[in-house]
């Protein structure tokens, strides 16, 4: 293990040690402070924000972009504020914490006994939404997490995801698959965080007027089982409750060979979520290169076989 990652581990363990321990408006003025600081020193995670809000926000001005990566920076550390303290939060403040619209969409798919996919963006906080389903709602599932470096940390996160009821499979290893298929056949639900693609396989998508490459995965899954494809959004308001919507179902397309029906079923997930991103551009946490002309064949999870191991999935 190199120095860094010894380093990355022990910030991200100092996280989880200090921050939950902190009152709530101290851990709100520590994120922001954080924020800023990481603004104005304009890094790479930044500059790249800022490039994918250009995207997202094209008649943008170079003043309203800075403005958007700073809110973006903010609401990036609030996500970290909040999954630092979710341990220690009690099943009512969880419960109290998150509005989702339309959640018929999930408990229908459930009761119908075939399994629910939810495929979701790096919108908000996608973790705050798990504990409150699995705490709140009472209703457990299972996802994919990105191995992450140092090992320690990937470790951390799988410990912290399963201690808020989740059941945590490593995205790499190839039996992720059949194990989400196996409980989705069993009526159960998958939830995936699904707008970056972390493989060699990854499905092109026009989004935002670009092409870029998103996970086939949940298309895939809803095919092979019958399960219900469900997009959802999250966002912030100016209250410390995160906001919801679970869009209608992606359905599986009647004729077409299985390459074309899950290119055209990631297109639909890439258009709803396309639709809560530029709504809310400011709480899309993408500090990583996204549109293909952005990845050099070294940076390319489709060409290069080492994937660019910055955030979470």
């Given at each position: 293990?190199?120095?860094?990652?010894?380093?990355?581990?022990?910030l991200?363990?100092?996280?989880?040690?200090?921050?939950?321990?902190?009152?709530?408006?101290?851990?709100?003025?520590?994120?922001?402070?954080?924020?800023?600081?990481?603004?104005?020193?304009?890094?790479e995670?930044?500059?790249?924000?800022e490039?994918?809000?250009?995207?997202?926000?094209?008649?943008?001005?170079?003043?309203?972009?800075?403005?958007?990566?700073r809110?973006?920076?903010?609401?990036?550390?609030?996500y970290?504020m909040?999954?630092?303290?979710?341990?220690?939060?009690?099943?009512?403040?969880?419960?109290?914490?998150?509005?989702?619209?339309?959640?018929?969409?999930?408990?229908?798919g459930?009761?119908?006994?075939?399994g629910?996919?939810?495929?979701?963006?790096?919108?908000?906080?996608?973790?705050?939404?798990?504990?409150?389903?699995?705490?709140?709602?009472?209703?457990?599932?299972?996802?994919?997490?990105?191995?992450?470096?140092?090992?320690?940390?990937?470790?951390?996160?799988?410990?912290?995801?399963?201690?808020?009821g989740m059941?945590?499979?490593?995205?790499?290893?190839?039996s992720?698959?059949?194990?989400?298929?196996?409980?989705?056949?069993?009526?159960?639900?998958?939830?995936?965080?699904?707008?970056?693609?972390?493989?060699?396989?990854?499905v092109?998508?026009?989004?935002?007027?670009?092409?870029?490459?998103?996970?086939?995965?949940?298309?895939?899954l809803?095919?092979?089982?019958?399960?219900r494809?469900?997009?959802?959004t999250?966002?912030?308001?100016?209250?410390?409750?995160?906001?919801?919507?679970?869009?209608?179902?992606?359905?599986?397309?009647?004729?077409?060979?299985?390459?074309?029906?899950?290119?055209?079923?990631?297109?639909?997930?890439?258009?709803?979520?396309?639709?809560?991103?530029?709504?809310?551009?400011?709480?899309?946490?993408?500090?990583?290169?996204?549109?293909?002309?952005?990845?050099?064949?070294?940076?390319?999870?489709?060409?290069?076989?080492?994937?660019?191991?910055?955030?979470?999935?």
């Amino acid at each position: 293990m190199s120095a860094r990652e010894r380093l990355t581990g022990a910030l991200y363990g100092a996280g989880w040690g200090t921050v939950k321990r902190l009152p709530e408006p101290v851990a709100v003025r520590l994120g922001r402070t954080i924020a800023d600081l990481a603004w104005k020193q304009r890094g790479e995670g930044v500059l790249r924000l800022e490039s994918n809000y250009a995207r997202v926000v094209p008649d943008a001005s170079p003043a309203r972009l800075a403005e958007l990566s700073r809110a973006g920076m903010r609401s990036y550390l609030r996500y970290w504020m909040e999954s630092f303290r979710l341990p220690a939060w009690s099943t009512e403040r969880i419960a109290a914490g998150v509005d989702v619209e339309d959640m018929h969409h999930v408990t229908d798919g459930l009761a119908a006994g075939k399994g629910v996919i939810v495929a979701l963006p790096h919108l908000a906080n996608w973790d705050l939404a798990g504990a409150w389903v699995t705490t709140g709602l009472g209703i457990p599932f299972t996802t994919v997490a990105e191995r992450l470096k140092p090992e320690t940390l990937y470790d951390r996160f799988v410990a912290y995801r399963e201690g808020l009821g989740m059941e945590v499979l490593p995205h790499s290893g190839g039996s992720a698959f059949g194990t989400l298929a196996r409980r989705l056949r069993g009526g159960g639900l998958v939830c995936l965080v699904a707008d970056r693609d972390l493989s060699a396989s990854g499905v092109e998508v026009d989004f935002f007027g670009e092409r870029a490459r998103m996970p086939g995965g949940p298309a895939l899954l809803a095919q092979h089982t019958g399960a219900r494809l469900l997009p959802v959004t999250l966002w912030y308001d100016e209250s410390p409750v995160m906001r919801g919507r679970i869009h209608p179902p992606v359905e599986v397309p009647a004729s077409g060979t299985r390459p074309e029906k899950t290119s055209v079923m990631t297109q639909a997930l890439a258009d709803a979520f396309a639709t809560g991103i530029a709504d809310h551009p400011e709480d899309w946490h993408m500090l990583q290169r996204l549109w293909i002309k952005d990845l050099d064949p070294a940076r390319d999870p489709a060409t290069a076989p080492e994937k660019d191991q910055k955030g979470t999935s």
